[in-house]
């Protein structure tokens, strides 16, 4: 990259990280323009250059964080002999913490957010099931798993993490070995 590749990349980034802590104060239709670029420091016309829209903002923010999340889940598997689902669940846990200034806002005020997640992540944990598992029933298996893993952190974050990391990834690591009810009855 030359020095105005870095410089644009920079702005870019500037204006997403401005948009980001203005999604912790207002919904995203609140958002404008001025909004962002008086937030960054910049002019109107560097916002144009960049984006043609606040949710052209959303979008890059989302894929951004998708992409990077799809990598390490890739990592986290490549790493393993065979399928671990402890790996998955403590590796995907371990991205949402890592990543919580990205994901609290999103997750809080973008309801599609859970759903783009989900759909990236689908076909990765698809691609480590052996042939035999790889059909409709795994589909709903790794919707219900994700879907149960993004609403426990949503909770555990609006509960101001009331419960320990560890203890939360204990608890998710039992509730998916052992069944909800298993874990309920147990305490």
Known sequence: MNKHQIKSAQTKQNLCTAYLALLSEKEIDQITVQDIVSR???N????????PSTYVVLRQIKSDFINRTKQQVQQALANQPSFDLKTIIK???????NNEEFIV???TKDPTFPDDVKKAIRPIIKDYLSPEL???QADYLIEYHFS???GLFQ???ERKKDLPLEDLFKLIEQTVTQGVFTVLIKQ
């Open 40 to 42: 960054a420091k910049y």
């Open 44 to 51: 109107r016309g560097t916002f144009y250059n960049h984006f």
């Open 91 to 97: 590796s995907t846990l371990q991205i949402f913490i």
């Open 105 to 107: 806002p999103l997750i």
């Open 134 to 136: 790889k059909n409709t």
């Open 148 to 150: 149960s893993l993004i």
């Open 155 to 157: 909770y555990w974050v």
